[in-house]
């Protein structure tokens, strides 16, 4: 029998496309039956291969997954029921965006199982919004974050900080406005600009590094949630448990086009594709080295397995306690390390 594995089902679909976005997704009029066949058929592959595995997780991400017409998730949702073990699984998420859900179909959702909205605001201000590329304004957000919270559901927002001309005062406010609302869990990126973007081919200006780590710092000494991940906050209990799986290296599978995991067959892992289900064997050198960047973003770090323990530089580690340490089991990043986390991880690899 195969170990447990989490389930990420991408939702490829948008209403238009952001400035920033480089993930997978196309702002097109879906076919959703069409859809629901392809996700339930990679299902029954699956199932064929592992077994009725024990699903933790189930995580829709997009794309705008909210986008979806309820009983479409209600018979993914089922289907996956009907070949996986999901009596242990203690969360489904859902991500949407403003503008995408109304009470009904919030509530309908939850009938069907949705126990954690993820909701892509962004950012409160109605001009960083339209220079993002986005469909809403914050009374559009607002609104619906009211609605959730007050629901029987973990409620969680993403904001962007670092757009051209951000400061330190811009962080502090939005922290601000988070904590007035009362979000539980709140995840806050940095804008990078990917290539093939809009904001790719701009000439942007953008806040130099010592600004953004400034901008990084300000947002743990002014938000009221501690830090559990690199780029997320959240109180007791509310940490998104299908992310805190996938860092600590727990397989999942990923299911539609867009999709990507890490699978544990027969003693071996597997990249694997969703969409045209495809999978190759990776090395254990390959995963322990994924597992440890995924790790280090943690605030608990990662586990030093015998895979990982044979990837790291141990002189380098015990000579930069400043940037990295080992607590019996456990290795992670202090606060200075975060900061350099990219060129970190290339310095205590072998």
């Known amino acids: 029998m195969s170990p447990a594995h989490n389930i990420y089902i991408h939702v490829p679909f948008c209403i238009s496309k952001c400035n920033y976005c480089a993930f997978f997704s196309r702002a097109i009029a879906p076919d959703w039956e069409s859809y629901k066949n392809q996700i339930l058929s990679e299902v029954d592959f699956w199932h064929n291969k592992l077994g009725r595995v024990n699903v933790p997780t189930i995580f829709f991400g997009g794309g705008t997954p909210s986008l979806m017409p309820t009983n479409i998730f209600a018979d993914i949702i089922n289907h996956i029921a009907k070949k996986f073990d999901?009596?242990?699984c203690s969360e489904i998420t859902l991500e949407s965006n403003p503008g995408t859900l109304d009470t009904q179909k919030l509530d309908d959702f939850i009938k069907s199982g949705m126990s954690r909205l993820s909701v892509g605001v962004q950012s409160f201000d109605d001009n960083e919004l339209k220079f993002l590329g986005r469909r809403h304004d914050a009374k559009c957000a607002k609104k619906l974050l009211d609605i959730a919270m007050q629901k029987n559901i973990r409620v969680s927002a993403d904001f962007i900080y670092g757009l051209p001309n951000h400061n330190v005062q811009n962080v502090i406010n939005l922290c601000n406005q988070i904590n007035k609302i009362g979000l539980q869990h709140a995840?806050?990126?940095?804008?990078?600009i990917e290539k093939n973007t809009p904001f790719g081919r701009m000439n942007l200006n953008m806040?130099?590094?010592d600004t953004m780590a400034d901008m990084y710092l300000a947002i743990?000494?002014?938000?009221?949630?501690?830090r559990y991940e690199v780029s997320n906050y959240a109180a007791r209990d509310n940490h998104c448990k299908h992310n805190e799986n996938i860092w600590d290296g727990a397989p999942y599978i990923g299911l539609g086009h867009g999709a990507r995991g890490r699978v544990f067959m027969d003693g071996v892992w597997f990249e694997q594709s969703g969409g045209d289900i495809k999978f190759n064997a990776i090395d254990d050198t390959t995963r322990a080295i994924e597992k440890l960047m995924t790790g280090l973003r943690t605030m608990r770090g990662a586990t030093i397995d015998n895979d990982i323990k044979n990837v790291l530089d141990f002189d380098f580690i015990n000579s930069h306690n400043a940037l990295v340490k080992i607590d019996g089991d456990k290795i992670y990043a202090t606060d200075a390390g975060i900061l350099i986390l990219d060129d970190l991880l290339v310095d205590i690899l072998r």
């Open 86 to 88: 999901l009596s242990n």
């Open 187 to 192: 995840s806050l990126y940095e804008l990078t």
């Open 207 to 209: 806040p130099n590094n």
């Open 220 to 226: 743990q000494d002014n938000i009221k949630l501690p």
